[in-house]
């Protein structure tokens, strides 16, 4: 799938309006996102005739500042997602506030009226790229697209990199509306006790059946499906891209996460919920995908809330 977006400005918030109106409200709060609105992916080759146009602003977000100094795409900037993301309440990794978010990409000179194209170190941490995406399309930037299988296929491919970094002036980046498609605790803990929307953890499965994992309590949230985030890869030559549509929308169908559906992603700290919802949203086309943003860190350490362990629990 290949994404040409053209047009911001007033329009983004028309789209705010219809597409997002109360992303972190009640059930069915997300809209069906228009089609020139949803990020996509971009192919290599494409990319690079982009970048001959001259008619794209690059970020490198991969997780190293030190492999972006070694080598980065021609005009990248570098943002690592961390800078994204803060203790609140002493819960660790929450979002920041839309002025804050304004003011970093203000800096950064990252522009909302011209095209942005993502690109992290492929598919191991292909999770910081959709994360970045999801903040950007909660500000209604109409023009996001992820470079498909990452740095390390643009390197593979032998095309080039710069050491020298880019020279790009400050932008006004709008600091509102910022209305991410997220959910709150108090709407998972509705789903887990009414079934009103279906719960998807991207995280590993051993993670998901309390086998594996850094937090408090180890397991997942009662009913919750688990889809692996990397299994929306596929291997290519040496590195991982994108499944076609056809495949993607395949393997959600055989859990039961289907777009007639009102579906919260989680993991542990949202981006790996975000590549998941990437998919479903803007690939597919789901119409009402939303990311818990607190996920697995906030609900393992809170004692009073249900959990259970092992792999063949949850609907499928």
Known sequence: MRVRLAGAGAAALVWLAAGCAGGSGSKGSAAPVPALARPGIVSTAELATWLADGSVVLVDIRTDVFAYLRGHLHGAVYLNTETLRASRGGIPTQLLDGPAYAELFSKMGLPFDHRVVIYSAGETHNIDATFLAWLLAGFGHRQVSLLDGGFFKWHLEQRP???????????????????????????????????????VDARPPEQYAGEAGAQMRRGHIPGAINHYWQEDLTREGFGY???????????????????????????????????VHFALRYLLGYPRVRVYVGSWTEWAERRDLPLETGRGAGPT
């Not at 400050?170 to 709150?184: D, G, N, V």
């Open 161 to 199: 990199v710069v050491g020298e970094y880019p020279r790009l002036a400050e932008t006004m980046f709008p600091a509102e509306p910022f209305l991410p498609e997220r959910a709150s605790l108090d709407e998972v803990q509705r789903a887990v006790r009414t079934g009103d929307a279906i719960l």
């Open 241 to 275: 891209v994108w499944k076609p549509l056809d495949a993607l929308r395949a393997s959600y169908a055989a859990q039961g996460i289907t777009p007639d559906k009102d579906i919260i992603a989680y993991c542990n700290s949202a981006t790996e919920a975000s590549h």
